[in-house]
């Protein structure tokens, strides 16, 4: 069965400094690892899509890493309105939805 | 604004009654998912349509719950006799050909009383 695990749960973090977030998966074959943004009361936000281990992407402060097992988030000096839960979903080879983890939830203090 | 909309953003029913979500996609998409999110949890699959068709309902209670897309007007879906344990955030993303980029709507939040 398709799995995905993210951790931290919760992260808090001073303004300005950096840390990573992780995503762990369990797929028949992937075909797309996907990593989005979900402020409070809003629907999530598409940031990246990996498709192969050793793939990196940017945007801002954030860049998405990819190995066979897992996918990493990097902030770098995060300012308050990176503040949301960041999630992180897989798209297997025989299917076409996508499996959530359950978000890890950053705040990051001035 | 061409996003994924949804109405309505909240809705409030009696245990017993329907409850209608509708989902009208990007302009352009054709596959349109539902997901439903409860508190501290994660976005849980439901179901995935195109046009006129359910591709995969494996997500879908057995009972109770159907979705539909027809070929004119949104996506729609429908919870039949609610009861206290619908209540929940439901959450449509559209996508283009089935790329696997979904981009979602802000959400119908449901209470059931």
């Known amino acids: 069965e398709d799995q995905v695990t993210q951790s931290p749960e919760a992260l808090r973090l001073q303004e300005g400094e950096s840390s990573s977030l992780n995503c762990s998966y369990t797929?028949?074959?992937?075909?797309?690892l996907f990593w989005y943004r979900q402020d409070p009361g809003k629907g999530p936000e598409f940031l990246f899509t990996?498709?192969?281990a050793g793939e990196e992407k940017e945007k801002e402060r954030l860049k998405a890493t990819l190995t066979k097992k897992e996918s990493f988030l990097h902030i770098t000096a995060p300012k308050p309105e990176d503040s949301a839960t960041y999630l992180c979903a897989v798209r297997s080879d025989n299917t076409d939805k996508l499996i959530f983890g359950t978000g890890t939830r950053l705040q990051v203090f001035p | 604004n061409a996003g994924v909309m949804q109405n309505p953003r909240h809705l409030v029913r009696r245990r017993g009654q329907e409850a209608r979500l509708r989902c009208s996609p990007m302009k352009g998409h054709s596959h349109v998912y539902w997901y439903r999110q409860l508190p501290e949890e994660g976005l849980k699959f439901m179901v995935y349509l195109q046009k006129e068709n359910i591709i995969d309902e494996s997500g879908m209670p057995k009972e109770r719950f159907s979705a539909e897309f027809p070929k004119e007007g949104p996506s729609i879906l429908r919870i039949q006799q609610v009861v206290r344990g619908d209540s929940a955030a439901y959450f449509c993303?559209?996508?283009?050909?089935?790329?696997?980029?979904?981009?979602f709507g802000e959400g119908s939040r449901l209470t059931v009383l």
């Open positions: 993303a559209s996508s283009h050909r089935g790329t696997g980029e979904l981009f």
């Open positions: 797929v028949s074959g992937l075909r797309g």
């Open positions: 990996l498709y192969s």
